[in-house]
């Protein structure tokens, strides 16, 4: 693979990128401190930010002194009216869409049931009056929408726009769901798989805002990840990287759909961890438990929602079922820690919903004790504060984060 150059239209754009990343990610910010931050000119962002303040991308938020005293300077914010992003996420088993402003807020999140045996056609058909319906509902102007945003399941062919073959999608085998999409919707398609939309969804409105390099946990149907590496979405050869869910925890466990056995995604999904807790409760009294009355009463009762709840509440069944899983997640946490020697360790989407702190305090213990450079620094852990938006919110970042933010891969491109 040759090593492509470039050239100043490109240089340029990259730099605007760069300022306004800088003005995105700060609660307001001066020219003179975006100088200091980027290593560009004080004359070079004069410019870029009279362009952008032209365009109305950015606005003047009144001034404020500096540290050391002298000329009070012109704090700098991102005009979150300037424009909006629509997000879709696709689930196994529900659609989900938002629109956002140009800060990553959700104006409104609405949601539809789906099945994971649904004709793609089907599929798209109600992508698309979902998204109709939001855009009626939040009244906002064509002309201020950027792009849909659509996260999927992988793994993603992103350069045809395609679902490959997602294991949990039945009939979704190369599927051009990309153009699929932007047919039925009149919306330019910025397509990813779930849990790096919701990594660059982090990054943009969430736990890794300002963080170079963090990696994402994303729980669903599945177990995806998402990795940013110097303040950059890290893609790998094919487009996938990211996914956690198939490290092999337990090298005589379970097989997985992938061919791999002991997968983390096989132990700790939602239908492996009902399935654990249902074992345990048939195998003996738990007097203790209120999951052991329900799970008596009717076995369906006791589903991965309910155990969420009663571990939440502390039930020793759930609890220890939970907190079982949440140690798998650690190992693969750990791993990631001294492979990549990431800062941050972000644990989201709907599937910890409830009991993020349970994995958030089992795994914050094993990367203050395992890692190698444990005695340098110790890598930090989070939940999501997108929670279960964390998707959905995060494909909609997709097409702000493709439009605003600065990327290598566009400054290196022919």
């Known amino acids: 693979m040759r090593q492509a150059g470039t050239n100043l239209p490109k240089v340029g754009r990259y730099n605007r990128a760069v300022v306004l990343d800088q003005i995105q990610l700060a609660d307001g910010i001066s020219r003179v401190e975006i100088a200091q931050h980027t290593g560009l000119t004080p004359q070079s962002v004069s410019g870029i930010v009279r362009r952008l303040l032209d365009e109305g991308i950015v606005r003047e938020d009144g001034a404020s002194r500096g540290f050391s005293g002298g000329k009070p300077r012109t704090t700098l914010r991102l005009n979150a009216d300037a424009g909006s992003a629509v997000g879709l996420h696709y689930d196994p088993v529900e659609l989900s869409c938002t629109v956002v402003d140009l800060l990553g807020r959700p104006l409104v999140v609405k949601r539809r049931p789906t099945h994971p045996g649904t004709d793609p056609a089907e599929v798209v058909k109600s992508m698309a009056e979902l998204v109709a319906d939001v855009l009626a509902e939040t009244g906002v102007a064509r002309d201020k929408i950027l792009g849909l945003g659509l996260a999927t399941p992988g793994p993603v062919d992103l350069k045809q726009g395609t679902i490959v073959g997602a294991p949990q999608l039945a009939h979704w085998t190369r599927v051009p769901v990309q153009l699929m999409l932007s047919e039925a919707t009149g919306l330019p398609v910025t397509l990813d798989n779930d849990a790096t939309a919701a990594a660059v969804g982090e990054r943009w409105s969430g736990a890794g805002r300002g963080v170079a390099d963090f990696a994402y946990f994303f729980f669903g149907t599945g177990i995806g990840g998402g990795l940013i590496l110097n303040n950059q979405v890290y893609r790998g050869g094919s487009l996938n990287a990211g996914e956690f869910g198939h490290s092999s925890v337990l090298p005589d466990g379970p097989e997985c759909y992938c061919g791999n056995r ?19 409760l048939a195998a003996g009294p738990h007097g203790d438990s209120v999951l052991a009355r329900a799970f008596a009463q009717d076995p369906d009762t006791v589903d991965h929602a309910a155990i969420r709840v ?17 140690e798998h997640v650690a190992s693969v946490a750990v791993n990631i820690a001294n492979f990549i020697d990431v800062d941050l360790i972000v644990l989201g989407g709907h599937g910890i919903q409830g009991v993020e702190s349970r994995y958030v305090d089992v795994v914050a213990a094993a990367l203050a004790s395992r890692p190698l450079s444990r005695h340098i620094r110790v890598v930090g852990v989070e939940a999501s504060p997108l929670g279960t938006d964390a998707a959905v919110v995060g494909s909609a970042a997709l097409v702000l984060h493709a439009t605003y933010s600065p990327q290598l891969s566009a400054l290196l491109a022919e």
């Open 310 to 326: 009663a571990a939440a509440a502390g039930d020793p069944v759930a609890a220890a079922v939970i907190d079982e899983a949440a």
């Open 262 to 280: 002991g997968c983390l995604e096989r132990l700790v999904n939602p239908t492996a961890i009902v399935a654990e807790v249902h074992r345990r």
